[in-house]
């Protein structure tokens, strides 16, 4: 069996919070700390989790209408900082960035906002910027980091942490970022779609 990684600090963004309240259980009972923003940070503080905000960790509020959240140093390099490597560690210190082990996103409903017949002012609101490169920054380093790319994958987690506690292999790391890159990519087709049209 490969050496397993422990999940400290989840971040979590979502549009829909259906079907996360047994995951966010899992993680807590076992010492998962929470990180998050808005509307999802207010609902895991309702089910009675501590949840630190994003922007006490960025020193930054949500800006220009919530367009820009988690687009910050401090998150970007807590996913994309590889444990490993002992330059990127001394910069995480020297920055104060701290490691985040897992990300769970559910992206804006473009598709169902198109497919809504809303006009093109409130599709274009509907692109997912933070998102999308969360789920692509936690892919590219899932050596270290597991990626929930959207509530297909609230079950794989759950059933992961409910057999081996909140911890995984590399292989199942490997698993999740394949189904983020095949997430991230067809939301980029859809949106490029629309815009061919």
């Not at 820009?68 to 995480?92: C, N, W, Y």
Request: charge should be negative; include cysteine; aromatic fraction near 8%.
């Amino acid at each position: 069996m490969s050496e397993f990684k422990k999940i400290k600090t989840a971040l979590v963004s979502v549009f829909h919070k259906d079907g996360l309240e047994e995951l966010l259980a899992a993680l807590h009972a076992d010492g998962v700390q929470f990180l998050s923003t808005g509307g999802t940070q207010t609902f895991i503080e309702s089910l009675g989790y501590p949840c630190q905000k994003v922007e006490d960790v960025t020193t930054y509020p949500s800006i220009l209408g919530g367009r820009v959240k988690t687009l910050h140093p401090k998150i970007f390099g807590g996913i994309l900082g590889r444990r490993a490597l002992e330059s990127d560690q001394q910069q995480m210190a020297q920055y104060e960035i701290p490691e985040i082990d897992l990300v769970i996103v559910d992206l804006y409903p473009f598709e169902q906002t198109v497919a809504s017949g809303a006009d093109d002012a409130a599709i274009i609101e509907k692109i997912d910027i933070g998102g999308i490169s969360l789920i692509r920054a936690g892919a590219k380093n899932f050596n270290d980091v597991v990626i929930i790319p959207s509530k297909a994958e609230y079950k794989p987690l759950l059933d992961i942490v409910k057999a081996q506690g909140a911890q995984t292999t590399i292989e199942q790391r490997r698993q999740f970022a394949t189904a983020a890159f095949g997430v991230s990519s067809h939301y980029d087709t859809a949106i490029h779609a629309w815009f061919a049209k």
